[in-house]
């Protein structure tokens, strides 16, 4: 009997799962195999709210497995090791994965693939966390893009998705069944204290995956470039954690959604969706960008920002991470990131700018914080969002755009729905002074009262302060030239 380890890591998904596909095509039987590493060098071990979300995909992974008369083998341990011993208990004689891009990922997974097939066992990967390889979307002369906009040119012209791959209807597993930890054993959900309230908010799983993506796609979708801004609206998919988690695939997202527009608009630029899908490859240029500049994740990609004097301000990041700063909408944005997990495109924007730019604290100090606490932590995306807004990334935001939490929420918020949601306390702020409380005549005692801060920064001083700060270091770099 011809027997296939499929080694699962982040593609918790029965559909359109290339390896599963594969491996029960060529095999009579496969173990779907997961193994908790976290010992394994990387510098960005999951973080908290990540791996709640991990313990909650891999318990609704297992039971829609067994659904299908079907195991899901978990195991801790070094990955080489445990997927040898896989394969000398059932005398499997394959594996196969679905490629991940991080480049410490990509590294261990190349040595492993050496490894397994100097053993005699064949090791195969298959695409399917990107709708494009990094190797798919080059310039002409095969240079890497460092600029998203000819990056989404040319994803755009390239030719559509292929049609995903059908759910297989059955999962034959090899008897007696390996021997399994329960996830519990893993110990992913010790770490916070503070899950109990990402319940109600999140449907973690294949299943979840398809009823955002349905919704979305039924209320959603069509308005998305007029609605995708405002943080209080139910505008945007929210399906970064499942993506992330490869509980949908990218292409399932955009063949759904490009479904709505019966396909008449090719190419999907011409799309109604367009302001949508041009997204999904934002994701791809950060999956990409990370791929080819491995010290993304730690170092600024534009070495003017080498040297770049940052300041040490605990007291403020503290506050920040708190939602304590006494800016409203920066602590909206970061209390709706404790109470979910999850924040909104636009105010993740606001909150990192007021701290890397108004506060000069260094973006790694506020990205670390997002790892940690954010459900769809992921290294591409978050280090290219900081880098963008720090102003040190490949297409970044220029270093003089500083967000103006006043007219970012004039524009955004501006009945401040958002911030009477997530900052109580200004429930009863007259309209005019919910941006700037302190403005507010008396507003010193005021505030007291409402149990509500003074602002940590003095927003118009500190944004000078900022210029000067970026205006200095880009000439001494020129002239270090
Ligand atoms: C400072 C900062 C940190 C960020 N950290 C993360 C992170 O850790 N994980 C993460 O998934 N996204 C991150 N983003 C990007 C973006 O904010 C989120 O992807 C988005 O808010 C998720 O919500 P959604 O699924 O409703 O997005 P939608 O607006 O519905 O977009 C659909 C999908 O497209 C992708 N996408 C959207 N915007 C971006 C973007 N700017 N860059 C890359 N991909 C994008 C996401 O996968 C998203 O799920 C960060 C942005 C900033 C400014």
Redesign the pocket.
Known sequence: MKKTVVWLRRDFRLSDNPAISHALEQSDQVILFYIHAPHEEHPWQPGAASSWWLHQSLSTFRRQVRIKQGELIVRQGDSLQSLIEICTETGAEAVCWNRLYEPVIARRDRKIKQELEKLGIRAIDFAGALLREPDEVLKEDGEVYRVYTPFSKRHASLAPPEPPLDEPGHLPTPYPVPKSLHIEELELVDRIQWHSQFTGEWQPGEKGAQHRIQSFSEHAALDYGHH?DIPNLEG?????PH??FGEVSPRQVWLHVRSGDNQMYDPPDMSPFWP?LR??I??DF?HHLLYYHPAMSDRPLDPMYEDFVWDCNPKLLEKWQNGQTGIPLVDAGMRQLWHTGWM??RV??IV?SVLSKNGLVHWLEGARW?WDT?V???LA??S???Q??AGCGPDAAPYFRIFSPRSQGQRFDPDGEYIRRWVPELSAIPIQYIHEPWTWPDSNSILNKLNYPMPALDLKQTRYRALDRHQEARQAWIKSR
């Open positions: 995708r945007v998919s929210r399906l970064s993506l992330h949508y997204q999904l934002w994701r950060a909104h495109n993740r924007m990192a997002f954010l769809d932590a992921d995306n978050n290219m969002g900081w963008w807004v």
